[in-house]
């Protein structure tokens, strides 16, 4: 779910924080300039791990600040394919479910990647129907554990509508079609029968 990214990029200090130790300031504008950041492919970032290093410090001519080419490993959210992650139910409509983690929201699990028979029932939610009979709805905020289908990075709109959702500059896909898939609530009885059985 987490993983490393090196980076080196050229870092314009601003002058009012050279009164700090140089490694402090520097950290603190790349946090400034990258925390909960999206960086297209590598994912979004949650801390500035650690600073490799420092070099350079000039003044390019016409310029107020000095520039250090920085070296620097960022701790970044980027789930792989068919990871298992859980989350919450935060929203739901006709084409699907919304998940959140807390820190990430842009998380969605359409109908068609949702466990056979699942359908909306006439108050919208969505509900899997069992063979028995059984309607089992998914509710706001129920926990949910769902395997990851897909990751996208989309572009930035030239142009967007005032009616259009917030732009979401990374999507995942998720899916719920599968054993142990669903809500948390639908296993925990199997699993504890499980217990039972490995103690005995």
């Known amino acids: ?86 989350g919450r139910i935060s929203g739901y409509d006709d084409k699907g479910l919304q998940v959140s983690l807390d820190f990430f929201n842009d998380i969605c699990i359409p109908g068609h990647l949702m466990q056979y028979g699942t359908v909306r029932g006439p108050d919208s939610r969505w509900m899997l129907k069992t063979e028995d009979g059984d309607e089992l709805y998914l509710d706001l905020d129920d926990e949910i554990r769902f395997m990851v289908s897909t990751t996208k990075y989309p572009p930035i709109p030239i142009e967007q509508k005032a009616d259009d959702p917030p732009f979401s500059p990374m999507q995942i896909v998720g899916s719920i079609k599968g054993d142990g898939l669903g809500l948390l609530a639908w296993w925990a009885a199997d699993e504890e029968e499980g217990e039972e059985v490995a103690e005995q």
């Open 1 to 86: 779910m987490f993983a490393l990214s090196l980076i080196e990029h050229d870092l314009p200090m601003p002058p009012h924080l050279l009164s700090r130790p140089l490694p402090d300031a520097i950290k603190a504008e790349l946090e400034r300039l990258f925390l909960d950041k999206v960086i297209a492919d590598l994912g979004l970032c949650v801390s500035v791990y650690d600073i490799r290093s420092i070099e350079g410090g000039s003044i390019p001519a016409g310029e107020g600040c000095s520039t250090y080419k920085v070296s620097f490993r960022l701790l970044m959210f980027k789930p792989f394919k068919g990871e298992v992650l859980v």
